[in-house]
T-cell receptor, first 111, second 110 residues
Framework: NAGVTQTPKFQVLKTGQSMTLQCAQDMNHNSMYWYRQDPGMGLRLIYYSASEGTTDKGEVPNGYNVSRLNKREFSLRLESAAPSQTSVYFC??????????FGNGTRLTVT | LAKTTQPISMDSYEGQEVNITCSHNNIATNDYITWYQQFPSQGPRFIIQGYKTKVTNEVASLFIPADRKSSTLSLPRVSLSDTAVYYCLVVPSGTYKYIFGTGTRLKVLA
């Protein structure tokens, strides 16, 4: 039982490059989330998906897009990376309200 | 959505009980209160959730007064391994838009 799996673990991009962060959960959870965490700071919600087929903006959606591919997978795409998007990105899933299960994060550096 | 306020940091010594209080003055009737623990370089981990009064599990206790405008996470007899950031999250009813506060950085000293 892997829980929430995020790939890649680390990534370095140049300004303007694009990439997709992958997230998959094997707990059959309905809702999934993307958060970012800047060094020494708290978690900020980027996008969330309450159920398969739906996505909604969080606190800081600008510069990102998401796809809820199926119940298991929720991807986050950066179309044109900027240095301000240097952060650790966490994916989470939840069945019961508020009980989030987080992955171990993707550490992204944009130069 | 209810806004949460927690102390930025706390220090404690091994073996002591630690209480971290979170203020959420505009909590709505059906909102729940959840606490998370985060170690460096890891994702947050769910600790405990409650609605009112007291909830206890093998890790912590959660105290919620009758007016529900605050909650207190109690960690009994902390050890060095409890050094982490602790987040209080008010889980809103009717939406999955979960907004975390800034968290409390707990440092346990030997």
């Amino acid at each position: 039982n892997a829980g929430v799996t995020q790939t890649p673990k680390f990534q370095v991009l140049k300004t303007g490059q694009s990439m997709t962060l992958q997230c998959a959960q094997d707990m059959n959870h309905n809702s999934m989330y993307w958060y970012r965490q800047d060094p020494g700071m708290g978690l900020r919600l980027i996008y969330y998906s309450a159920s398969e087929g739906t996505t909604d903006k969080g606190e800081v959606p600008n510069g990102y897009n998401v796809s809820r591919l199926n119940k298991r997978e929720f991807s986050l795409r950066l179309e044109s990376a900027a240095p301000s998007q240097t952060s650790v990105y966490f994916c989470a899933s939840s069945e019961s309200k508020g009980a989030l299960h987080f992955g171990n994060g993707t550490r992204l550096t944009v130069t | 959505l209810a806004k949460t306020t927690q102390p930025i940091s706390m220090d404690s010594y091994e073996g002591q009980e630690v209480n971290i209080t979170c203020s959420h003055n505009n909590i709505a009737t059906n909102d729940y209160i959840t606490w998370y623990q985060q170690f460096p370089s890891q994702g947050p981990r769910f600790i405990i959730q409650g609605y009112k009064t007291k909830v206890t599990n093998e890790v912590a206790s959660l105290f919620i007064p009758a007016d529900r405008k605050s909650s207190t996470l109690s960690l009994p007899r902390v050890s060095l391994s409890d050094t982490a950031v602790y987040y209080c999250l008010v889980v809103p009813s009717g939406t999955y838009k979960y907004i975390f506060g800034t968290g409390t950085r707990l440092k346990v000293l030997a």
